[in-house]
C-alpha cells in the first residue's frame, strides 16, 4: 500500500514506503521553461540560497508550514511528506534559482497535488536532468574502478571491441569489466533473479555478472547482453509519468536489430536455471 500522506518525482523504482506516484499528467503544451543548471551540490553560501528558496514556496502554501532540504539526489527530484500542519519537501538543488512559475507550481504540487502543477513539474526536471546528466558526463572523472575484461572463458574487451566497430561505428565510449567474482572457496548458492548487466550513466561503466563466464554459456549470447548495455549510452532516458523510461520503444526496436537476438533469447530461456546457480 502506498502512503496518501507522501509524494514523489523519482527516477529509479523506490518502494511503497518512500513514495507514491504523482497524479499522471496529460499531454504535454508545449512551454518555455528556463533551465537551471548549478554547478555544485549546495553548500556553504548555499544554505541562504535554500533559505530563500523555503521563504519564495511558503508565499504560495498558506494552510501549512513548510521545511524545505536540498539534495543532490539521482533519481528523486521532489518528494513532500504531509504531517500535520507541516509539509516536509526535498528539493534536488536544480530548484534553487527557478523562475516564479516553477516556485508556484512546486507550492501548488506541495499544499494540492496539482495536476497541471505536476506535469509542469515534470518538464522542468526533464530539462534539467538532461542537461546536469550531459555536464557530469564530460566533467566529472570516472570512478576509480579495477577493470577486470579477461574471463576465463570470454574476454569483455574483445566482445565490445568488436561490438562497437559493427554496431555503433565505433562511437560508444565506455569502460567494461566484470562484475565482482566469488571469493576462493565462497558457496555458490541458488538465486531467484540476476542481473546480467547494469551501465552506470555517471561513470560510462558497463558490469557484466561473472556468471556469464562459464563455459556453456555462448559468445553470442554474453555479446547480445554486452550489446545492450552500450544501446543504453546511445539511447535518451526520457521521463514518462514521473519516471526514467529506461527501454523506450526505439531502444527495444534497436535491441531486435541484434545479429543473434532470437538466438540469444531462445538460449536464456532454456539456460536461466544454470544462470540462476552461479
Known amino acids: 500500500m502506498t502512503s496518501p500522506s507522501q509524494t514523489a518525482f523519482w527516477f529509479n523504482s523506490l518502494s511503497s514506503s518512500q513514495a507514491t506516484a504523482v497524479a499522471p499528467?496529460?499531454?504535454?503544451?508545449?512551454?518555455?521553461?528556463?533551465?537551471?543548471?548549478?554547478?555544485?551540490?549546495?553548500?556553504?553560501?548555499?544554505?541562504?540560497?535554500?533559505?530563500?528558496?523555503?521563504?519564495?514556496?511558503?508565499?504560495h502554501v498558506p494552510d501549512g508550514r513548510l521545511a524545505l532540504a536540498v539534495t543532490d539526489n539521482q533519481y528523486t527530484m521532489i518528494s513532500v511528506k504531509r504531517e500535520k500542519g507541516l509539509f516536509r519537501l526535498r528539493l534536488h538543488h536544480m530548484f534553487l534559482d527557478a523562475a516564479p512559475e516553477v516556485v508556484r507550481a512546486i507550492a501548488h504540487y506541495v499544499a494540492?497535488?496539482?495536476?497541471?502543477?505536476?506535469?509542469?513539474?515534470?518538464?522542468?526536471?526533464?530539462i534539467n536532468q538532461r542537461k546536469i546528466r550531459h555536464a557530469r558526463r564530460h566533467n566529472k572523472a570516472p570512478a576509480t574502478v579495477t577493470i577486470e575484461t579477461t574471463g576465463e572463458v570470454h574476454d569483455l574487451r574483445a566482445i565490445y571491441d568488436d561490438l562497437n566497430l559493427r554496431y555503433f561505428a565505433d562511437c560508444i565510449d565506455a569502460r567494461i569489466t566484470w562484475g565482482q567474482r566469488l571469493q576462493p572457496g565462497g558457496r555458490r548458492r541458488r538465486r531467484n533473479s540476476i542481473k546480467m548487466g547494469s551501465y552506470s550513466?555517471?561513470?560510462r561503466l558497463i558490469r557484466i555478472h561473472p556468471s556469464l563466464d562459464r563455459g556453456f554459456v555462448?559468445?553470442?549470447?554474453?555479446?547480445?547482453?554486452?550489446?545492450?548495455?552500450?544501446?543504453?549510452?546511445k539511447h535518451d532516458i526520457p521521463i514518462v509519468g514521473g519516471r526514467r523510461q529506461f527501454h523506450t520503444p526505439e531502444f527495444l526496436a534497436e535491441e531486435a536489430s541484434f545479429q543473434y537476438y532470437?538466438?540469444?533469447?531462445?538460449?536464456?530461456?532454456?539456460?536461466l536455471d544454470k544462470l540462476l546457480s552461479y
Open 25 to 59: 499528467r496529460r499531454a504535454a503544451r508545449p512551454l518555455a521553461l528556463p533551465i537551471t543548471l548549478p554547478s555544485a551540490i549546495p553548500s556553504g553560501d548555499d544554505e541562504s540560497a535554500r533559505k530563500a528558496l523555503e521563504h519564495r514556496i511558503a508565499q
Open 201 to 203: 550513466v555517471e561513470d
Open 262 to 271: 532470437d538466438r540469444a533469447r531462445h538460449w536464456e530461456r532454456e539456460n
Open 112 to 126: 494540492r497535488n496539482d495536476r497541471e502543477a505536476s506535469r509542469l513539474l515534470g518538464q522542468f526536471i526533464d
Open 218 to 233: 555462448p559468445r553470442v549470447f554474453v555479446e547480445w547482453i554486452v550489446y545492450h548495455e552500450m544501446l543504453h549510452q
